[in-house]
């Protein structure tokens, strides 16, 4: 696909955090853009502020709309409605939400309340099961894309370091990342050989997205609010990382068509630290 061509993008958890900050990226650069998120106020808020992400000249065109990723109707609806919307091509498909809160977030797995495995049936579904069905969904529209003749779509799922790296008590989170990477890897092989779709996947480290979201628009805080010297220190790249370096990873993997398969790693270098205990 031609880094300069116009694209038709569908962003899942485009109204916030790292999803919103690709939804403004890529609307600013021309191409037009379809989100889905599940949170009402903050889908509304980015309806009333995309419009102004556009420049006066561009032609793209844009919608967000409300989807419960856990529910495979509201899914199958959704593509409908980007199928419509884009003329049934699509360029990029970035399977980027991630359900982060929940009743029994943060429990022990030996916790014996339900709340733990609602949490956990939450983000497998949305975290996994959801990137595949709009996978399977998203081909037909895929298969041609609209950048060029013969040139199909791509696939970039967002993953996280953590699932190389984990936390107490984040299981659910860390089997749903980990098992990202096991489906990009397959699908890139499955969907490479019948028609040419490629499949990759970005592993972001530690992105500060606090400015992403309602709350901060409506204040003069900037980007590096909350954080410390020694976050940034703790980053053999010397800072924390921003939306901007993911969309940059993005946009490399959208341009490269000798790539698939493959985990590009966002993260500062925090990776690949030897950490010891401190005395």
Known sequence: MSGTQALKILITGGARGIGRGLFRHFL?????????????AELEHV???AETWKSASSQAVWKASLCDLRDRANIKAAVEDVRITFDGKLDVLINNAMATEGVGAGRPMEDD???????WDTKIAVGLTAPYLLGRLCVPLLKT????????GTIINISSTRAYQAEDNHEAY???????????????VSLGHRHKIRVNA???GWIHVMNERAEADGSSAGWEEGLTKEDA???PAGRVGKVDDIAKAVEYLIGSGFVTGQEVVVDGGVGRKMVYPEE
Request: no cysteine.
């Open 202 to 204: 970005v592993l972001p």
């Open 145 to 152: 894309g609209s950048s060029a003749p013969g040139s199909p």
């Open 113 to 119: 309340s339900d709340e733990i495995m609602d949490d």
């Open 47 to 49: 309806k009333k502020t």
């Open 233 to 235: 220190d703790w980053h």
């Open 28 to 40: 600013r650069a021309g191409h037009s853009v379809y989100v889905l998120d599940s949170n009402t």
């Open 174 to 188: 860390s089997a749903a990342k980990a098992g990202i990477l096991g489906l990009t890897q397959s699908m890139s």
